[in-house]
């Protein structure tokens, strides 16, 4: 609890213009982008710089306070809900690119800084930041990193984890460390750099990081394959792998997912068929020529009933973004919206697809499936009105079963949007006892009052999502 | 202690074949690459199966009995120096390839896998496994992963960490766990594969791994540039990035360097130049060809003397043969080869070059400098004595000075070779208190009996490698 004295406190590091403990104020972050999900929290604090998030950490962890450091709460899995009240922390004053080094090929910047704003930047010198969360227009970089962002790129390019070379982390006892550095090489003891990217605030306050940036690929080429057979388009996805070609992009949309996109986008997409897949290639001219054309024999031989190259840049824009609006399309059909994550090796796709579609008919439920085919990392979302308790139900049923699946396939519960709160009850599917045991031995030894983001990646029971609904 | 009881136990676990305490036995696994580092183990194990590991690990664990598990010991930090007495655990039993996926772009392996056998196993099928450190003939996979090895390649296709995907662990506790999988991405609870690659051992014993492999490239070529200035050379590296070319290597050998090496490898290599860089593309012929023109022209224009394109395979060969065998030419100069790992970023090869030349004369040791200029990974090389000791009181001197040149240049103490023992003195120079107090509270978390390779990573005070010498 945040005494009188405390709050004085809080307000001497930051200043009473940073602190806001109103009503209004709090509720403008009791939720993020996770649908089902809401708490308040106590104050709302908004640091200047790493000094003062030492202070306020120090603070919050004599009195046991929790704290929930928040980007822009895109996320996905009530990541930063602030489910057990405390303080959450805004990066508003933390903002800024620091530096764009062209020698070293690395950007430093502080974690509130708009994923887009930074590719922008480095973009316009020829660089390239290839993690493309969908969020990207909104999402913090602190965020993605928390988060360990994918995108549609991972496949080629890897995930956000890839790109982070170096951190300044506020750890729960104030103390101020810094991991990596500009350096292509490091192995100076544990890797806390990689452990930090992912752990969802649990672990300690990102406040600074240098990510590594590539050239900017020469060109770029756009596929669209169209399919009356699923089946067909996951081969496709193998085949064009085992071609040894690794496309940028490899995405997956089904027939419902197609439908409701083209609704909201209106760009002349086709609705008559079972599945589209949007491959892409960067690189040099001449390699992109030479592997859009194979792709597109592979497509045809594989019984797509068109093949299509975007003839101009305008065109993939318009296919790329369509893509991405997938979610937004699908969240105008019904009140809640139910995106998940379940992802397997990609030569599991089909199988995966087929059984979600199972799933679906058994729980008597609408799965719109679309996602990274090429990540196995699929999005398979459920359009659904939490005030329909019947249906919820039977919605939690049918994702418990498609984890599971998922999990007998040798895949994950999550591939780019992180456990949270949402998908913790979730985890020892994935991890067992024994690795949830060790997960758990980590943030103790960072953490042990449990004040950085509590009630995140660890559930207390397992209880499932219907339940915590407040 | 190993007791009799304690001793009839392994052996009713592993079989009395793979139990051996003999004074002759145990001499063997007493040291392993690193001069100046000698310890006795209390006996040598060599389990078959990850349940047998278990089993071990549990009975280490009740009696405090220290476990190295090494590889073919070829690590240059005294990461396998069995330092603190206990058991060396072999994995001359657990050395299979599992499977080869063709379609999920894996290998699934067992610890005791040679480097280059599996290389030429997926090569076989035209996949490709960028990690290439010197020591690949001898080393083994499961070392390669407890040290985070590097190689030749890093700067384009990264290091060890960057192609593990998924381990079998077993903890101090003997629990066995599974990590991440044939997944793209897998965001599930925190990074614990690579939390448990390049932590030597020290948190758990790897009895199991899944790498991703990539295509092979269709082709690669190589250059040869010639230099009577360092700094030429090292402008030819930034200049060369900043062009927006990320060759697969780019190697830097100083004038000595060159000298041992051609004594030893006798292909033909100039001696009457300050610097060499040794500079490969792989990839799509237009590509490598557009590349390696524009290499050849930055080269030039920044002063080489002489820049030469490999007019064969075999050539090209040679040069990368002799390249990697710079450690063993240097070691036919004296008794003792004390070979380090300092790193920098990329932008400050030069000063780091200078510095070391400076520290070299100022100490009145003869220090030899090459390594992977790309990365800012240098292998600055010292041919000593370790009976001549007031030398070697100037030689770790020296070192000591290096290690912290390289940290106030941004760089790190070690780059590909591991902490281990030898480095652990200086850790705190790269990560202050806070950083080793963090990683050492992840150590007891993970290992709270401190039995899995004790006295690597941390150093019990800052005694320094003369002194622990015996």
Known sequence: MITADIKTTFIQIVGAENYDDSKAGRLVYSYDATPQFQSMPDAVIAPRNTKEVSEIVKVCNEHKIPIVPRGSGTNLCAGTCPTEGGLVLLFKHMNQILEVDEENLTVTLQPGVITLDMINTIEAKGLFYPPDPSSMKISTIGGNINENSGGLRGLKYGVTRDYVIGLEIVLANGDIIRTGGKLAKDVAGYDLTRLFVGSEGTLGIITEAILKLVPMPETKKTILALYQDI??????VSKIIANKIIPTTLEFLDQPTLQVVE???KIGLP???QAVLLIEQDGPEEVVDRDIKKIAEICTAEQAVSVQVAQSEEHAMALRTARRSAL????RLKPTTILEDATVPRSEIAKMVRAINEIAEKYDVKICTF???GDGNLHPTCPTDSRNHDEIERVEKAFAEIFETAIEL???ITGEHGVGMMKAPYLELKL???GIAAMKAIKNSFDPNNIMNPGKV???DSRKRVVVTR
């Open 371 to 373: 996602g990274h085919a």
């Open 328 to 331: 937004s399309a699908l969240a």
């Open 263 to 265: 609704d909201f986008a």
């Open 271 to 273: 609705t008559n068929v």
């Open 231 to 236: 089946e067909a388009a996951a081969r496709s």
């Open 432 to 434: 067992g006892q024994e």
């Open 458 to 460: 660890f559930a207390k």
């Open 410 to 412: 040798g895949g994950t």
